[in-house]
């Protein structure tokens, strides 16, 4: 079983930054990708930035150039630095790894989420 937790949600005003973090933790094989969607009320999840463990990076267009998502450490942690924030980056964030078994299963794995409210 694989835990996911993340932290450093919080409330910031428009124009502010936010980094998050993501820990994936317990019986861990291989990790395929890490990454972070997030939730607004009212509306489906939606894909934020996720990178595969070789490093390529998918982006959403309404956070290209203001988030990034560095590369997955030794530590199975990942981390989402967001610049010039919006009000309507408001939204629960959570944390996605896909994990890939000795036996070539691949399970998805979610955080518990963390809330991020721009203030305008």
């Known amino acids: 079983q694989v835990q996911v937790v993340e932290s450093g949600g919080g409330l910031v005003q428009t124009g502010g930054s936010l980094r998050l973090s993501c820990e994936a933790s317990?019986?861990?094989?291989?990790?395929?990708?890490m990454g972070w969607y997030r939730q607004a009320p009212g509306k489906q999840r939606e894909l934020v930035a996720t990178i595969t463990i070789g490093g390529s990076t998918n982006y959403a267009d309404s956070v290209k150039g203001r988030f990034t998502i560095p590369g997955i450490n030794a530590k199975n942690t990942v981390y989402l630095q967001m610049d010039s924030l919006k009000p309507e980056d408001t939204a629960v964030y959570y944390c996605?790894?896909?994990?890939?078994?000795?036996?070539?299963?691949?399970?998805?794995?979610w955080g518990q989420g963390t809330q991020v409210t721009v203030s305008s």
């Open positions: 317990g019986s861990i094989f291989s990790i395929v990708t």
């Open positions: 996605h790894v896909l994990e890939k078994s000795r036996y070539n299963r691949l399970t998805n794995y």
